[in-house]
């Protein structure tokens, strides 16, 4: 078992920035793939970014390239989500997600985090 935990949502300006952190913790001997996902109301859960234990990385928003940047920190078992250049269509709810292998949807991903609100005003 995997228990993760979001931290570094709120609100912001557009233009503004905010940084997500996920802290990892329980059975996290084993490499695990990271990853972001949202989800704002009445759409669907879509993936923003994952990361693999070594480093591999993909974007599954084109409206993010450019703008968000995922990262990990394996001695802290923390992955991060800098973001950049906010717009008021990046308002949602940011999940943490981890699992075997990186993959490009939520599915696949056994561990979630709660969730961190991030609201970005006009």
């Known amino acids: 078992q995997v228990q993760l935990v979001e931290s570094g949502g709120g609100l912001a300006q557009a233009g503004g920035s905010l940084r997500l952190s996920c802290a990892a913790s329980?059975?996290?001997?084993?490499?695990?793939?990271m990853g972001w996902f949202r989800q704002a109301p009445g759409k669907e859960r879509e993936s923003v970014a994952t990361?693999?234990?070594?480093?591999?990385?993909?974007y599954g928003v084109d409206s993010v390239k450019g703008r968000f940047t995922i990262s990990r920190d394996n001695a802290k078992n923390t992955v991060y989500l800098q973001m950049n250049n906010l717009k008021p269509e990046d308002t949602a709810v940011y999940y943490c997600?981890?699992?075997?292998?990186?993959?490009?949807?939520?599915?696949?991903?056994?561990?979630w985090g709660q969730g961190t609100q991030v609201t970005v005003s006009s």
């Open positions: 329980g059975s996290t001997g084993s490499k695990y793939a």
């Open positions: 997600a981890a699992g075997p292998r990186v993959v490009a949807g939520p599915i696949g991903y056994p561990y």
């Open positions: 990361v693999s234990w070594s480093g591999y990385t993909i």
